[in-house]
């Protein structure tokens, strides 16, 4: 086993301590007394100072512990100075290997991680983190709380993977991982909805201020302390896209696509980021022309004649390898993509627009849960597919693509969305909101998955190094 050490580097906001004594002078000497005294102030910090500040910091940067290399057979061969593969060891409990047939590429470089999206949902009684009095950036439709959700259990679950455990979203650590640095979430409202989610978690460290931008499309924050920004890059078709009837055949409106073209409103600052989590898929659902090489090809529910239809699948998969297309010809995004999979709507008892409601109050257990419903496996399969690609095609060009893969966890949330409480009962809504999430809620997972694959990132990070050093000893 061949240990590799990092010296921790702590943050400059560690407070500096200060020490008064009388040391005693040695018979062998002033020297000798200074030594003594370096060795009982690193013994301080060793035994005293770091186990109590890291529990705030969760080891953000040095996961990487446990180093072996593996035979042919796969099984371990002694240690050695060279090392072909490195095992990660989660913090709480081992991680079990990927499977060969993962979507991810978490086995990347021989790196290990726990699979953390295959478990159920477990009581936590400690949640939730925050309220609508103590963060002010839920949207109205989202705030359950306000609009008088009678119960709240929906607020006291987390998500367990099956292998080892995922901590909840710790402000701290997440600040000091992306310190500098800067985020981007693309794609439509419920992009939007994790945003509020982010905001809420991590103004118990730093409130994150709005920064006015000239484009309405375009929202972004800053934490001023930390020196993260982040921001809403708004394009919930991910493509160039042109509303043609705000009406349409379904009352949702009708949009030309133009599935070979770049959406230029998010495409041209994608460079500007460290990290961009890309999701949409739900407004592939309304009806829309289909437009390659300014020509159309076809349609999805467009009720046009002579139009074929092609399905919401066939502009969907035209539309995400676009997107993918973009940032893997953006020569200065140098960062990490996390593609976030598609999240499932609960409506029971009818569709959206004909009385479909979510009033379910716990989650589903695993064995319970339903199968995801046709259309939306479809897209679920396009993502993964569309993602590989992507994946493969980026390598080439050194970009890094990682898969954010929340539907499972997600599909066993019924309970999890506004339904009737984003709306006070007096108003004029007619439909049930079974497609976004209450915040505090559900959606907070999300961020527990987005800080644990950034600490992965940093293991690859580190690990990249080491392997650098030793191929040139």
Same mark, same amino acid.
């Given at each position: 086993?061949?240990?590799?050490?990092?010296?921790?580097?702590?943050?400059?906001?560690?407070?500096?301590?200060f020490f008064s004594a009388n040391v005693m002078?040695?018979?062998?000497?002033?020297?000798?007394?200074?030594?003594?005294?370096?060795?009982?102030?690193?013994?301080?910090?060793?035994?005293?100072?770091?186990?109590?500040?890291?529990?705030?910091?969760?080891?953000?940067? =040095?996961?990487?512990?446990h180093y072996s290399t593996k035979s042919s057979?796969?099984?371990?061969?002694?240690?050695?100075?060279?090392?072909?593969?490195?095992?990660?060891?989660?913090?709480?409990?081992?991680?079990?290997?990927?499977?060969?047939?993962?979507?991810?590429?978490?086995?990347?470089?021989?790196?290990?991680?726990?699979?953390?999206?295959?478990?159920?949902?477990?009581?936590?009684?400690?949640?939730?983190?925050?309220?609508?009095?103590?963060?002010?950036?839920? =949207?109205?439709?989202?705030?359950?709380?306000?609009?008088?959700?009678p119960d709240t259990g929906y607020m006291k679950?987390?998500?367990?993977?099956?292998?080892?455990?995922?901590?909840? /979203?710790?402000?701290?650590?997440?600040?000091?991982?992306?310190?500098?640095?800067?985020?981007?979430?693309?794609?439509?409202?419920?992009?939007?909805?994790?945003?509020?989610?982010?905001?809420?978690?991590?103004?118990?460290?730093?409130?994150?201020?709005?920064?006015?931008?000239?484009?309405?499309?375009?929202?972004?924050?800053?934490?001023?302390?930390?020196?993260?920004?982040?921001?809403?890059?708004?394009?919930? &078709?991910?493509?160039?896209?042109?509303?043609?009837?705000?009406?349409?055949?379904?009352?949702?409106?009708? /949009?030309?696509? =133009?599935?070979?073209?770049?959406?230029?409103?998010?495409?041209?600052?994608?460079?500007?980021?460290?990290?961009?989590?890309?999701?949409?898929? &739900?407004?592939?659902?309304?009806?829309?022309?289909?437009?390659?090489?300014?020509?159309?090809?076809?349609?999805?529910?467009?009720?046009?004649?002579?139009?074929?239809?092609?399905?919401?699948? =066939?502009?969907?998969?035209?539309?995400?390898?676009?997107?993918?297309?973009?940032?893997?010809?953006?020569?200065? /995004?140098?960062?990490?993509?996390?593609?976030?999979?598609?999240?499932?709507?609960?409506?029971?008892?009818?569709?959206?627009?004909?009385?479909?409601?979510?009033?379910?109050?716990?989650?589903?257990?695993?064995?319970?849960?339903?199968?995801?419903?046709?259309?939306?496996?479809?897209?679920?399969?396009?993502?993964?597919?569309? /993602?590989?690609?992507?994946?493969?095609?980026?390598?080439?060009?050194?970009?890094?693509?990682?898969?954010?893969?929340?539907?499972?966890?997600?599909?066993?949330?019924?309970?999890?969305?506004?339904?009737?409480?984003?709306?006070?009962?007096?108003?004029?809504?007619?439909?049930?909101?079974?497609? &976004?999430?209450?915040?505090?809620?559900?959606?907070?997972?999300?961020?527990?998955?987005?800080?644990?694959?950034?600490?992965?990132?940093?293991?690859?990070?580190?690990?990249?190094?080491?392997?650098?050093?030793?191929?040139?000893?």
């Amino acid at each position: 086993m061949v240990m590799v050490k990092k010296k921790k580097k702590f943050p400059s906001r560690f407070p500096p301590f200060f020490f008064s004594a009388n040391v005693m002078e040695l018979p062998l000497g002033r020297s000798n007394a200074k030594t003594i005294l370096l060795v009982t102030v690193a013994l301080l910090l060793l035994t005293i100072v770091i186990p109590i500040y890291y529990p705030l910091l969760g080891y953000p940067v =040095y996961l990487l512990k446990h180093y072996s290399t593996k035979s042919s057979s796969g099984s371990s061969s002694p240690p050695s100075s060279s090392l072909s593969a490195v095992h990660v060891q989660a913090p709480v409990s081992a991680p079990p290997p990927r499977k060969a047939d993962e979507d991810d590429d978490d086995d990347e470089d021989g790196i290990k991680f726990c699979d953390l999206f295959s478990g159920e949902w477990v009581p936590n009684p400690k949640a939730p983190y925050y309220t609508n009095s103590t963060c002010s950036a839920i =949207y109205e439709r989202q705030d359950c709380m306000k609009h008088g959700r009678p119960d709240t259990g929906y607020m006291k679950w987390r998500w367990k993977p099956d292998g080892c455990d995922l901590p909840i /979203f710790n402000p701290v650590q997440f600040l000091e991982i992306v310190r500098g640095k800067s985020m981007a979430f693309v794609g439509d409202s419920l992009s939007g909805n994790q945003i509020q989610s982010l905001i809420c978690l991590i103004s118990r460290v730093d409130y994150p201020i709005s920064v006015p931008t000239p484009d309405e499309n375009f929202k972004l924050w800053n934490c001023t302390y930390y020196n993260f920004t982040f921001a809403l890059l708004w394009t919930p &078709h991910l493509v160039k896209a042109i509303q043609a009837d705000p009406n349409g055949p379904t009352g949702s409106g009708l /949009f030309n696509l =133009y599935l070979d073209e770049f959406d230029q409103r998010w495409t041209t600052h994608i460079q500007e980021f460290d990290y961009i989590v890309i999701s949409a898929a &739900h407004w592939f659902y309304r009806p829309s022309v289909f437009y390659e090489n300014n020509q159309i090809i076809g349609c999805h529910y467009c009720l046009l004649n002579n139009v074929s239809d092609l399905t919401e699948r =066939y502009g969907y998969r035209k539309a995400i390898r676009t997107a993918f297309r973009a940032i893997n010809e953006c020569k200065n /995004f140098k960062g990490v993509t996390f593609l976030r999979t598609i999240s499932p709507p609960h409506f029971e008892n009818g569709p959206w627009n004909q009385g479909g409601n979510c009033v379910r109050t716990k989650p589903f257990k695993r064995k319970e849960t339903p199968a995801l419903e046709e259309g939306h496996l479809e897209i679920y399969k396009i993502q993964l597919e569309e /993602f590989r690609a992507a994946t493969k095609e980026g390598k080439k060009k050194g970009k890094k693509f990682r898969l954010m893969d929340t539907m499972k966890a997600m599909l066993m949330r019924p309970d999890g969305h506004p339904s009737r409480y984003g709306h006070f009962a007096h108003e004029n809504v007619t439909a049930n909101d079974c497609l &976004h999430w209450c915040v505090p809620g559900p959606i907070d997972a999300w961020n527990d998955f987005l800080l644990e694959m950034l600490k992965m990132e940093e293991v690859r990070s580190y690990a990249e190094k080491v392997f650098s050093s030793d191929n040139k000893m």
